[in-house]
C-alpha cells in the first residue's frame, strides 16, 4: 500500500466519479481535479483522508454533472454510459457489479444530481449520512429523506433479477450462436418476450434512436445481422461487472453490448456504437469499493 492516500484511493475515487457521471472521460477530469485540490491541502491537517477525498470528489462530479446534464439534453439519440472492461473481481463483488453495470447507470441517470450523490455513496460506498451531507451541502436529515425518495426511485426501475455469471456467459452465447447464423428461431428463444433494445450511436455510428421493443420485432431485426455483416469478430467480454459482448474490435461496425438477463432469457439490451465511448474497452478498468 502506498504511503500517498491519494494513490491509495485513487480506485475508489474514479469509481465514485464513474458512477455519478457515467463517463471514465469525465471521471477521469474529475479524479484530476481532485488531486489539484488534494496537494493544496494540508496533509496532516486532515484526520479521515478517505473522507477527505471522497468529499472533494463527489463535490467535483456534482458540478460536472451539472454540466453534462445541458449537454445531454441535445445530444443524438439515446444516451448510454461509456462501457468499462471490468475484472472478474469486480463481477464476484455483486454489490459493486450491480452498482456499475449498464443497467443500472441508466436508471441512476434519471435521478437528479444530488439524489445520484447521496444514492452512490450511502448505498454503495456506504458513506454515512453526516458525511454525504458535508460532500452535498445539505443537513443530514436533508440527505436520509433524499436517500429515502431515491432508493424509491431506482427501486421500481432496476432489473429485477440478479443472476450468476455461468448464466449470463450461457445466454450471452446461444444470444451470439443464434445472431451470426442468422437464426431467427434461436433469437426468439434466447429472447424474454418484452425484451428491450437501446443503442447509443451519438450521431456518429447507425443506431436505432429509440428503444426497439418486443421478441418478435427485435428477432426479426437482429436475424439479418449474418446477411449484412457476414463475416465479424465477436467476443464476450466482462463489460461493467456482467458478462458482454463485443463486434468488431477496433473496425467498422465496433460495438459494445451489455446484457440485463433474466429467467435464463435476454429482458434488456444496450449496445454502444458511438466512437467516443469505445476507448475503455483495450485495458481493465480499476474500479474499487
Do not use: C
Amino acid at each position: 500500500m502506498t504511503d500517498d492516500p491519494f494513490l491509495a484511493h485513487r480506485g475508489l475515487l474514479f469509481t465514485v466519479a464513474y458512477e455519478m457521471l457515467g463517463s471514465a472521460a469525465d471521471a477521469d477530469d474529475v479524479v484530476q481535479e481532485t488531486w489539484l485540490r488534494w496537494a493544496e491541502v494540508d496533509h496532516a491537517q486532515v484526520q479521515d483522508p478517505r473522507a477527505y477525498l471522497v468529499r472533494i470528489v463527489t463535490r467535483q462530479a456534482l458540478n460536472r454533472l451539472r454540466t453534462l446534464s445541458r449537454r445531454r439534453e441535445e445530444y443524438v439519440g439515446e444516451w448510454l454510459p461509456e462501457p468499462l472492461l471490468t475484472s472478474p473481481d469486480v463481477a464476484e463483488d455483486v454489490e459493486l457489479a450491480e452498482s456499475v453495470s449498464i443497467a443500472m447507470l441508466t436508471v441512476l441517470e434519471t435521478l437528479g444530481p444530488t439524489e445520484r450523490a447521496v444514492l452512490v455513496l450511502h448505498e454503495v460506498f456506504d458513506v454515512p449520512y453526516d458525511e454525504i451531507a458535508e460532500a452535498v451541502g445539505k443537513s443530514a436529515a436533508a440527505v436520509r429523506q433524499i436517500a429515502h425518495r431515491a432508493r424509491q426511485h431506482v427501486a421500481a426501475r432496476r432489473p429485477r433479477m440478479a443472476v450468476s455469471r455461468t448464466e449470463q456467459q450461457q445466454v450471452v452465447e446461444r444470444f451470439l450462436a443464434a445472431l451470426t447464423a442468422g437464426d431467427l428461431q434461436g433469437l426468439l428463444d434466447v429472447l424474454a418476450p418484452d425484451v428491450v433494445v437501446v443503442a447509443d450511436g451519438g450521431g456518429l455510428a447507425p443506431a436505432a434512436r429509440r428503444p426497439i421493443a418486443g421478441r418478435e420485432l427485435v428477432a426479426t431485426l437482429l436475424s439479418r445481422f449474418a446477411e449484412v455483416v457476414p463475416e465479424v469478430e465477436i467476443t464476450t467480454a466482462l463489460v461493467n461487472g456482467a458478462v458482454g459482448a463485443r463486434i468488431d474490435p477496433g473496425g467498422e461496425f465496433e460495438t459494445a453490448i451489455a446484457f440485463v438477463v433474466e429467467d435464463g432469457r435476454i429482458a434488456r439490451m444496450y449496445a454502444v456504437r458511438n466512437p467516443h465511448k469505445l476507448g475503455r474497452l483495450e485495458e481493465v478498468a480499476d474500479l474499487r469499493r
